[in-house]
């Protein structure tokens, strides 16, 4: 049984690329500074190990990766360990901000060196590593569609997909929120909201 499932906010779609802003660019640069702590030519088998070994630093869903957010989270077995909750739609738009990211922060930790075949071999990694399929997640089988009854298939799906879990929480928006809409029709029980992206 799973300890936590974490739901990103459907109701401010601005709130939810900013979260997913700052859990990829922070998830690609530690894949980076790995890649780098190898040498020049790494070992892929022994990085390939290491993130075996090191999993929770290698998530891009691991907010304890990240200082502001670790630091408002009341609950630290939760940041310790959960599984992250997308809808397809919010799938398939964290894809696009982690491409939107790759490219400019591999330049940008290259910006000194002249060898291209490193760039390509990083360039590789980075895309190995850092895409959506590559990620422990539970996907809810929702598209965007017709926003007047998205929330409402949106919740369908959670009732329907999610196995019980000792806790869920929902990391919600300051403004627009669909948090207590969601709380108050779920038949998930125990839902909490989590302001720590705010």
């Given amino acids: 049984m799973v300890g936590y499932y974490v739901l990103y906010d ?11 802003t700052t859990l990829c660019s922070t998830y690609v640069e530690n894949l980076i500074d790995l890649y780098s702590a190898y040498g020049t030519w790494p070992d892929m088998t022994r990085i390939k190990q290491h993130i075996e070994i090191n ?13 502001f957010a670790a630091a408002k ?8 360990r959960h599984t992250p909750v997308l809808a397809t739609d919010q799938v398939a738009e964290m894809g696009n901000v982690m491409n939107d ?4 922060l591999i330049l940008a930790s290259f910006k000194q060196k002249k060898d291209k075949a490193q760039l390509l071999r990083l360039q590789s990694f980075i895309e190995h ?22 929330l409402d298939r949106y919740i369908e799906a959670a009732d329907d997909q ?16 669909d948090f207590q809409e ?11 909201p989590c302001d720590a992206f705010q």
């Fill in 162 to 177: 999610l196995p019980h879990a000792d806790n869920y929480r929902y990391i919600r928006s300051a403004a627009d929120s």
């Fill in 129 to 150: 590593y850092a895409t959506p399929t590559a990620f422990d997640m539970e996907e809810l089988k929702v598209g965007r569609g017709d926003p007047l009854t998205y």
């Fill in 182 to 192: 969601f709380a108050n029709r779920t038949k998930l029980q125990s839902v909490q």
């Fill in 10 to 20: 459907t109701g401010n779609n601005q709130f939810f690329l900013d979260t997913m």
């Fill in 73 to 80: 989270c009341p609950d630290r077995r939760c940041r310790a």
């Fill in 101 to 104: 990211l790759k490219r400019p």
């Fill in 55 to 67: 999993k929770d630093r290698y998530d891009p869903f691991n907010c304890a990766m990240v200082p």
